[in-house]
């Protein structure tokens, strides 16, 4: 039993080390045919890029789940428009207000330094009096 273990040891050594990389030099590869060709780019686009919109269903079902959610809000807009009964095309908002950054004032701050409700900073001595005011008012008894 024990030369069949050690004659079984010597011929898998052997094997693993006459065992070498494929001869890639004389022989040609071949490439791996593609028998499932890409089809994201053939594929129509989806309603909601098309419309700007959810489905009717899909947007249905996002507003009774979550209300405030941006499909849902998107479909009750569309449905306060009419947008599914009347079968309109693309609806895009237009906002006629001015951009931030428009509505940004251009200059140097205001002065809020020279304001009288700025905070100024104390020195220690003026901190030592206010404190034995309030320690002198607090020893007062109140008539």
């Not at 060709?37 to 489905?55: D, F, I, K, M, Q």
Request: glycine content about 4%.
């Amino acid at each position: 039993m024990r030369w069949l273990a050690c004659f079984t040891m010597m011929i898998s050594l052997v094997c693993a080390a006459t065992a070498h990389e494929p001869d890639r030099k004389n022989r040609r590869i071949w490439p791996r045919f593609d028998l499932i060709p890409p089809l994201g780019v053939r594929l129509p686009a989806e309603h909601s890029r098309l419309y700007n919109r959810p489905t009717n269903l899909s947007g249905w079902l996002a507003y009774r789940i979550a209300p405030s959610s941006q499909e849902a809000m998107a479909w009750h807009n569309a449905t306060h428009q009419r947008a599914y009964q009347d079968d309109r095309g693309r609806l895009e908002k237009h906002f006629f207000y001015p951009k931030p950054w428009e509505g940004l004032r251009v200059g140097p701050r205001d002065e809020t330094a020279a304001s009288r409700n700025a905070i100024e900073p104390i020195t220690s001595g003026e901190l030592r009096e206010a404190l034995r005011a309030d320690e002198e008012k607090l020893a007062r008894p109140r008539n």
